[in-house]
């Protein structure tokens, strides 16, 4: 896919479906920048827990200073960032959740990869998102869509 951001525009902390959606789109995600810079931040989805509004089916996008200082610290060392500028590859683990501020205007060239040594975490994912009522095939937005797909 191509990804076109305008300066200073921001994707709230997000988690990209883990099983597809038609366009082939699963398992982890990459990202190589042609042009400008970028800041991700991704937390493993091994602490989605934390971060899941159960009500609204989402996750908070919470400043960083909240976020590493919530529930006793338990985010501390393990919310990472990247600042990506032209000429660099990003990939990350499927179901890892990721937030992304664009700091000069930006053209990147992404999509996913499934790799077989990422099945049993992609069911994991899965059983997450069945407990707590939300579909896979649309990852956790922010807010979670409610659309139908069936």
């Known amino acids: 896919m191509l990804v076109l951001s305008k300066t200073y525009s ?4 997000h988690q990209d479906s883990p099983v597809g959606l038609g366009m082939g789109q699963s398992g982890g995600g990459w990202m190589y920048l042609a042009e400008g810079r970028k800041i991700w931040h991704f937390i493993d989805f091994e602490y989605t827990n934390m971060l899941f509004d159960t009500q609204k089916k989402c996750l908070h996008d919470l400043p960083i200073s ?43 060239y992404g999509g996913y990869v499934s790799l077989e040594s990422d ?16 579909d896979p095939r649309l990852g956790l937005q922010f807010p979670q869509l409610g659309v139908d797909l069936n």
Not at 10 to 13: D, R
Not at 121 to 129: A, D, G, L, T
Request: net charge positive; glycine share 10%.
């Open 66 to 108: 909240e976020m590493i200082t919530m529930d006793d610290y338990e985010l501390w060392g393990k919310v990472y960032q990247v600042c990506a500028e032209k000429g660099s590859f990003v990939y990350f683990p499927p179901g890892t959740n990721h937030r992304v501020t664009t700091l000069a205007k930006s053209i990147g």
């Open 10 to 13: 921001y994707t709230g902390l």
């Open 119 to 134: 099945k049993p975490k992609i069911e994991k994912i899965q059983k997450f998102y069945s407990s707590h009522g939300c």
